[in-house]
Each structure stands twice: as C-alpha cells, then as structure tokens.
C-alpha cells in the first residue's frame, strides 16, 4: 500500500478548521454574546430566564408606582375637602357674628341677610358631607385649596371686623355710663355738700355770728362732737392709704396698737388706729389749753366767755389760713404739739422719704400738703370741741372707757351697726 505524503492533506484541513471557526463565531454573535478575551460560552435557556425577572420586577414596580400615586392623589382630594369644611365653617362663625351684630341695635335687613348666608352654607356642609360619602372628590384639589384657604382666612377678617364693631359699640356704651356715673357723681357731691352746709345753718345757731355764749346748748356740742369725729376717720383712711403706698404691715401696725384683738373683718383694723388717735388727739382735754402752759394760766383766761370768743373766732376760718395769720397761735401751738406726738418720725420719713415736713412744722412753719392739710382739720375741730367745752358753765366732762366695761348704748355707738 502506498503510504500518503504529509504535504497532501495540510491544504484541505486548514479550510476545514477555518470554515468550523467560522460556524462557531457565527453562532455566539447570533446569541448575543459579547467575548471579553475570549470566547465565553452561554447557554440560551438561562439568558431567556434572566431577562423574564427582570420584565417581571419593571412591572411590578410601575404598579406599586401606580398605587402610590392614587393613594396620593385621594389625600390631597380629601386635604381639599377638609379645606372646604373648615372655610364653610368660617364663613357660618362670621354669618352668626353678623346675625348677633345685627340685633343690638334691631337691623331687620342685616338679620335677614345673615340668616340667608347661614342657611346657604348649612346647605353647602350638607353637599361636602354627600361627597365624602360618595367619593366625589375636586378633580383640582390644588387649586380648590388655595381658593378655601382664601375663603378662610376672608370669613376670619369678618368675624374679626365685626367682633371689632361691636367692641367699639360697647366701648361707647360705657364710656356712656361713666360719663352719666359721673354726672349723677357730681350732683350727688353738690346735694352732699348743700346738706352739710344745711345741717350746719338751719336750726344751729354757734355757724352764725349772732350767736352768744347765753344761746349755747349740748346740741351745738354733739353736732361738733360729730364733726370732729368725722375728721379724725377721714385722717384715720388717710394715714392706712400712705401705709399701704409705703409697704407697711398692717396687721403689725394695729397689734402694736392694740395686741391681743380678733378682728371680724379686715377693714376693723382702722378702729385700733382711730384709737390711737384720739388718744393722742384728745389727751389733757380736760386741763385748759390742753396743759400747753401749765397750770400757770391766768384766771381770766379760763373764763368761758373767754373760750367761746376764741371757738366764734376759729370756727369760720379755714385752718391753713388760720395758721398763716397767726403762725405763733395758742391753736399753732396746739397743733404743733400734737403733729409731733401723733405722726412718729420713722412713719413720716417712710411716707416721705425725708423729715421736711417735721422740720417745717417744728419751726411753725405749716406745710402745704394733703397730709399736714387733713391733720391740720383734725385738729382744729378737736380745738374747738375743747373751746365749746370749756365754754358751758359748768364745762363738759371727757371720760374713757376701759376694757373690758359692758357696752352702753347711752355712752357708746356700736362700730358695726
């Protein structure tokens, strides 16, 4: 047998393996495979397994994307429809703000005209409700929204507009009354101050210059009795005011007074300062000048007419003008002494800072002012009571009650009739 030469089949096995490769690259450019040095080798059945998950997860979310999307969409609908509630609202507060407007003073147009919006809006709640109820939601609710919103705030200015009104009617209507308060106040100050003037003219004859020391009797003395109490109240009211400005203790002022007392009502602490005072005010009544010259004095200055003279020479001055006319006075004096007993200086320095007034009233020169005015009227009606006194013959006797003494309805006056 013959035996074949290499050389002879070399041609036709390189145009075989050339035609295989051209098979092979064929193929994987038509499956889609990109070689990535190198030939790499997939099967078909798991690249078609791969791109169905992938479908599948695009799908799916595009669905969950899609209900978002409506979950969102019935919010902002139902946000709107809230909106639309609560402008409704709004608009029937400010209506029922009119309608109350409208009634005082009467206004049968503004009432019917209110009455007609409220109704209307009622009617338009009823149609939100109808809504929600039937899922009808605003096909716009962005722009329905920012036109309840406008709507809202448009019922809230009403309502503030008319709340407004009716504060400034009401603001007249006081200002109404205070100004006839004060009318009534004043003619009420006049017929006070015309009775007093009557009281001490009509049927009281020690007010006239015609009266003598013959004509005295004890109504004259209990009507300045009365007077003078008076005065020492109204110093009394006065002296608690400048107390309680200054931040005093009340409760310590009075039991340094009177310790021991158990008060029924908390203004009955003005009774341990009126005590006070009249202690002060009234002690040595019963000597002649009040002991300011001793027991030196002259007979004939103790005689009653004596005293009447000075009572029908004081009685039509005012104080301060008496004080200023004779500024060396037995009644300067008087009233000089008694200012630096009653007023101590630690309570003049706390209600005025410093002790002008002590100082002025020590070297009789008279202050001009509120306090030293009241006190001075005090005394001047505690120097005339002392005056009258001393000019009955036989004089007027002072007593004082001790504690502990039965009241008395003959010499006593209850202070809590």
């Known amino acids: 047998m013959e035996a074949v030469k290499p050389s002879a089949i070399t041609p036709s096995k390189s145009k075989r393996v050339r035609m295989l490769s051209k098979v092979l690259h064929l193929h994987t450019a038509t499956a889609g495979i990109v070689p990535d040095h190198g030939v790499q080798k997939v099967k078909p059945k798991e690249t078609e397994e791969w791109n169905d998950s992938k479908k599948g997860k695009r799908i799916s979310q595009k669905f969950d994307n899609l ?15 809230t909106a639309k509630i609560f402008a409704t609202v709004s608009a029937i507060k400010a209506e029922y703000a009119q309608l109350q407007f409208a009634q005082s003073p009467y206004d049968a147009e503004g009432i019917q005209a209110a009455d007609q919006s409220i109704v209307s809006d009622l009617k338009k709640l009823s149609e939100l409700k109808q809504c929600f109820l039937k899922k009808q939601y605003d096909p716009s609710p962005e722009h329905a929204m920012v036109l309840t919103d406008l709507q809202e705030q448009k019922g809230l200015s009403k309502t503030f507009k008319i709340m407004g009104k009716k504060f400034e009617s009401q603001l007249k209507l006081e200002e109404s009354q205070i100004f006839f308060l004060r009318e009534k106040l004043d003619e009420s100050n006049m017929q006070n101050r015309l009775l ?19 004509s005295l009797n004890p109504s004259h003395f209990i009507t300045i009795l009365g007077q003078t109490v008076k005065s020492v109240k109204s110093f009394v009211r006065l002296m608690i005011d400048e107390m309680k400005s200054a931040d005093w203790d009340i409760n310590a ?30 002690k040595a009544f019963h000597h002649p000048y009040f002991s300011l010259f001793g027991n030196s004095m002259p007979e004939g200055k103790k005689h009653p007419q004596v005293f009447f003279d000075r009572f029908m020479e004081l009685k039509s001055l005012k104080c301060k003008e008496y004080l200023t006319m004779k500024p060396k006075s037995t009644f300067a004096k008087f009233c000089r002494a008694k200012y630096l007993q009653v007023v101590h200086p630690k309570m003049e320095s706390s209600f005025f800072i410093n002790l002008s007034c002590r100082d002025m009233v020590s070297s009789y020169q008279f202050p001009d002012t509120t306090f030293f005015t009241l006190f001075a009227e005090m005394a001047k009606r505690v120097w005339l009571l002392r005056c009258l006194a001393f000019a009955f013959q036989p004089g007027a006797s002072i007593f004082q009650i001790s504690k502990g003494c039965r009241f008395s309805e003959v010499y006593m006056e209850s202070v809590d009739e």
Not at 69 to 78: F, H, I, M, P, T
């Open 196 to 214: 007093e003037k009557r009281l001490n003219r009509s049927g009281q004859l020690f007010v006239h210059d015609s009266l003598h020391l013959s």
């Open 253 to 282: 002022a009075a039991s340094s007074i009177e310790q021991g007392v158990v008060y029924w009502k908390e203004d009955d602490k003005c009774f341990a300062f009126e005590s006070f005072i009249c202690r002060e005010m009234f």
């Open 67 to 81: 209900q978002h999307d409506e979950e969102l969409e019935r919010r902002v609908a139902l946000e709107a429809l």
